[in-house]
T-cell receptor, first 114, second 115 residues
Framework: DAGVTQSPTHLIKTRGQQVTLRCSPK?????VSWYQQALGQGPQFIFQ???????QRGNFPDRFSGHQFPNYSSELNVNALLLGDSALYLC?????????????FGPGTRLTVT | GESVGLHLPTLSVQEGDNSIINCAYS??????FIWYKQESGKGPQFIID?????DKRQGQRVTVLLNKTVKHLSLQIAATQPGDSAVYFC??????????????FGQGTILTVHP
């Protein structure tokens, strides 16, 4: 049973460019959340998708946007990249159900903006 | 506002000792607390969670204690092993329906286990 998968593993972009990161949730999961983890810090919530809609959002500018597809996979898009966007981007999935269940994290995509 | 913080940024223990990692939170509306372990180059791995209506929960070699009076959370690891060396994060969840939704993470504690 594959867990949460993310692609690519590493990415190098230039300031001002745009980037798209991809996530496939764990089998049986229908909810995807994205987090940004700067070096030496805890992950920060960007947003969550369920039923192809953004359900919750953290304190991130509109340059950060996302999408969820009918197969529950998700994309994170970041426009007009800044040096400060360099971080590990984590995707987490779980299942929207009667009780809260464990949220599984993927290995992350390491984004470097130069 | 929401915040989750840790008292100790680093913790060094000898193999076989018990480890205790502490965490303070500020939002009394939080209804779930979760401990994660993150090894180098990997995403956070779920260890254990606890609901706000509980004060203790045990897992395999781990125990989480919740003290709502002082807004304090701790993770106890029994018989710590070198494989337990990692960064440990506490996280709180407020609402979000029946999915975890938004998790607010603390800064993390680096646990180093010496053989």
């Amino acid at each position: 049973d594959a867990g949460v998968t993310q692609s690519p593993t590493h990415l190098i972009k230039t300031r001002g460019q745009q980037v798209t990161l991809r996530c496939s949730p764990k089998s049986g999961h229908d909810t995807v959340s994205w987090y940004q983890q700067a070096l030496g810090q805890g992950p920060q919530f960007i947003f969550q998708y369920y039923e192809e809609e953004e359900r919750q959002r953290g304190n991130f500018p509109d340059r950060f946007s996302g999408h969820q597809f009918p197969n529950y996979s998700s994309e994170l898009n970041v426009n007009a990249l800044l040096l400060g966007d360099s971080a590990l981007y984590l995707c987490a999935s779980d299942r929207f159900g009667q009780t809260k269940e464990e949220q599984y994290f993927g290995p992350g995509t390491r984004l470097t903006v130069t | 506002g929401e915040s989750v913080g840790l008292h100790l940024p680093t913790l060094s223990v000898q193999e076989g000792d018990n480890s205790i990692i502490n965490c303070a939170y500020s939002n009394s509306a939080s209804d779930y607390f979760i401990w994660y372990k993150q090894e180098s180059g990997k995403g956070p791995q779920f260890i254990i969670d606890i609901r706000s209506n509980m004060d203790k929960r045990q897992g395999q070699r781990v125990t989480v204690l919740l003290n709502k009076t002082v807004k304090h959370l701790s993770l106890q690891i029994a018989a710590t092993q070198p494989g337990d060396s990692a960064v440990y994060f506490c996280a709180e969840n407020i609402g979000g329906g029946t999915s975890y939704g938004k998790l607010t993470f603390g800064q993390g504690t680096i646990l180093t286990v010496h053989p």
